[in-house]
């Protein structure tokens, strides 16, 4: 299979190195700058899993892509969506499968107006990376992960066969029956990291430590996961029980990339994680629901971003 990646940054050039290192047909659609690092320097990851330097990794961009890929891996940021489909929709042929990693799912509906549901898959991964400035991806912990799946008629047994195809590269991957679960249960998650660390500007083990904290995230994770049960997906108690063992670990430092984003005063995506919730909260089937933590957390985020240039 020929697969797109489009960007070479954190997310995108981890899995997209992983599977270079591992032999598969990967070109990274990059911008001119990302491109002359590239090749000047080669793809560098510094990992828990093993360091790799792949030199020459094959790119592409904007101006000169014609021709449709099999798959195209989707990971840049939820507010540079547009300007991504604009760079790569000359990829997207009737058989290609376009597996975002946005954070939400306000993403999917953009997609699917551009491509149609049987071009996009729904997909999510756990992975926490950075870039630091001469373009080294810095994998900051052992997890790596992603799975994908079908959202709307299945179209053979294409999922198993991309899961065959990204399998033996150095991270974990698994083609979902059930992906939509899977999405809302990542976001449960990852909004209430983002949420409290960036509130509180600390790793979860700070937080929890101080008076008041544990008891914060448990409320602001109830809050949405009160959400996710309106649309039809509340967390499973297997994976709320896994992912508490996360939040709250005594002295863990964990934190989002959001807090990461704050910290380098860089855009966050504070609609698409956080303002998504609450405008879901207001309008499900069910009746509104009450979230002042998350309208808290949102309030502080929109006035961070207020502040930037």
């Avoid at 602001?220 to 896994?242: N, T, W």
């Avoid at 855009?267 to 009746?287: K, P, V, W």
């Amino acid at each position: 299979m020929r697969i797109l990646v489009i960007g070479a940054g954190a997310t995108g050039g981890y899995f997209g190195g992983r599977l270079l290192e591992a032999g598969r047909d990967v070109t990274f659609l990059v911008r001119p700058r990302r491109a002359e690092l590239l090749a000047k320097n080669g793809l560098t990851i510094k990992s828990p899993a093993g360091d790799v330097t792949l030199q020459n990794p094959p790119t592409v961009s904007a101006a000169t892509l014609t021709t449709p890929f099999d798959v195209i891996i989707l990971s840049c940021k939820a507010y540079d969506l547009d300007n991504a489909i604009a760079d790569f929709a000359p990829a997207v042929g009737p058989d290609t499968a376009i597996i975002p990693f946005l954070n939400g799912m306000r993403h999917l509906d953009v997609l699917d107006a551009k491509f149609g549901i049987g071009c996009v898959m729904g997909g999510q991964c756990q992975i926490a990376a950075t870039v630091d400035p001469e373009g080294v991806i810095h994998h900051l912990a052992p997890m790596h992960a992603m799975s994908f799946g079908e959202r709307g008629g299945p179209k053979g047994d294409r999922a198993r066969r991309i899961e065959a195809t990204l399998q033996g590269a150095r991270f974990d991957v698994r083609a979902s029956a059930d992906i939509i679960q899977d999405m809302y249960e990542k976001w449960v998650f990852l909004a209430t990291l983002a949420g409290s660390t960036s509130l509180m500007r600390a790793p979860a083990g700070h937080i929890t430590a101080a008076p008041g904290g544990a008891d914060f995230i448990r409320a602001l994770r109830a809050e949405i996961a009160s959400v996710a049960a309106a649309e039809g997906h509340a967390p499973r108690p297997e994976f709320l029980e896994r992912t508490g063992t996360m939040l709250f670990a005594p002295s863990s430092p964990l934190t989002a990339s959001m807090l990461r984003d704050i910290r380098s005063h860089a855009r966050i995506e504070a609609d698409q994680i956080i303002g998504d919730l609450i405008q879901r909260a207001e309008t499900n089937s069910s009746g509104a629901l009450d979230v002042p933590l998350l309208r808290v957390v949102y309030t502080h985020l929109k006035a961070y971003e207020s502040q930037l240039s």
